[in-house]
Every structure is written in C-alpha cells, then in structure tokens.
C-alpha cells in the first residue's frame, strides 16, 4: 500500500505541476515559439513513453528508492552512520545531491561521449515545459546509475530520496518552462532556485553560453565555480535556442532526435 500510494504522488504532482506551467506559459509567454507546440509536444511525449519502458526495466537493476533500501539494509553510507536529526539529513541532503546533480549535468557537458546523449535534449529549437521531458534513453540510465550511487554513498532514508527526486522533476518542469515573470520577481527567485530566464541561457546555440548555468535547482554552484551567467550576450529578447547545427525542424522528429548521438 505504501508503495503504491509513494508511486502515486510521484506521478500526480509532476503531472499537475506539468499542466500548470503549460497553463501559465499559455496565459503568460516568454517567447513566441520557432516550431510552435506540434510536432515537438508529440515528439516528447514518445520520449516520457520511451523512458517510462526504459525505467520500468531498469527498476529491476536499481532506482533510487532500491539504492536508498540497499544502505539502510546494509548500513551504509554517511548518514546511516551518524544520529542527526531527520532534518539535518534532509537538509544535508538535498543540498548535497543538488550538487552531485550540477556536477553530472556539468560532465554531460565536458566529456564527448556524455555530450553526445545529452544534446538531444539541447537540440530543442523551443523551450517550454515539455522540453523537461526531452532526454535520450541513455541519459536517463546514465542519470538513475549516477544518483543511485550517490544515494547510496550517503545513506539517504527512502522518503528523503523520493522527495528529492519529486523536487527535483517539478524544479526542473519550472525552470524549462516559457513564462514571462516579473523581472523583480525573477531576480528574487534566482537567490536560491535556477529561473526559466536564467536556464535560457544554458539552452542558446551559443556553445559558450551552454557551458553556463548548469544549475537544475539550486543556483548557488554556477555561483560558486563561476559558471554563472545572468543572460545571454544575444539579449534575453532575441537569444536563440537549440543547436547551431540543427537550426531547422529536425529536432522536432522523434526518429531523428532518437538517432542523433550517433550520427
């Protein structure tokens, strides 16, 4: 029952967090889309099912949720050896997988073979909420193996893992998505969580400009290892998205995008 009920929130909560970020995008723009909303929507809801299949079969390998059972069975990691307090530990956590999160992105960037898989989801000449669902099979394996392991190294407890991973999707559904907030607004939220206007930036065909903001949440690693750009060199009205190689419709077809790392 436990179970279940986790599965069911982790499904609810991104879905209405999904339906109201395409709500506001659709009251309250960025930007006008290059290739609008179709074939692209189409093309990453075939990349959500894809990865729904690959995930149900790599849940029976590892998840974070068996990395997380795994350390407390076999008391490992960090935190099954200290007595902190639950909130010290999910505090602690958050933030420290926060930045093994910023460090995979930012490898995803650096090492060719990483890139390769990862420029699928940069290939999106848009961006909108739904460019949050945009990522190759083999990142997402890349991506599960990675955090398992982190979770496992630290000892995260199972519900800590679970709402981070919750926090995470809606973090990464806000930030990708095409509203228009107030700039006063948008300065203020950048302090601590990644903005739609400040992940723009990351997503310019400028490869410069891509090897910045590599926050998915929490801002303050660009801070800190000085990968911070607050926005493009294009101007924030006039940046243009995706790759400098792909400037036309391709990246909104699903075979084409599933076949780009390796062509």
Known sequence: MIEAGLGLYAIAIPAAMLALML?????????????????????????????AVVGRILSMVVVVGSAAIWADTH????????DWPLWVVTLLAFILLDLAIWAQHHAMHRFRFLWRIHKVHH?????????????????????????SACIALLGVPLM???????WLNCNALFNHSNIRLPRKMDRIIRTILVTPDMHLVHHSTDVAEQNRNYGFALTWWDRLFGTYADESAMGRDHQEIGLAEAVDNRPANYLWSMKLPVT
């Open 160 to 166: 800590v893992a679970l709402a981070f991973e919750l």
């Open 123 to 147: 290939s999106d000449r848009d961006l909108d909420a739904t460019t949050a669902l945009r990522f190759h099979p083999l990142e997402l394996i890349v991506s599960t193996l990675f955090k």
């Open 75 to 82: 008391d490992f990691g960090l935190f099954n050896r200290t």
């Open 23 to 51: 709500v506001t995008e659709w009251l309250r723009p960025r930007r006008d889309l290059v290739l609008g909303r179709y074939p692209r929507w189409r093309t990453h809801a075939l990349f959500f099912l894809t990865n």
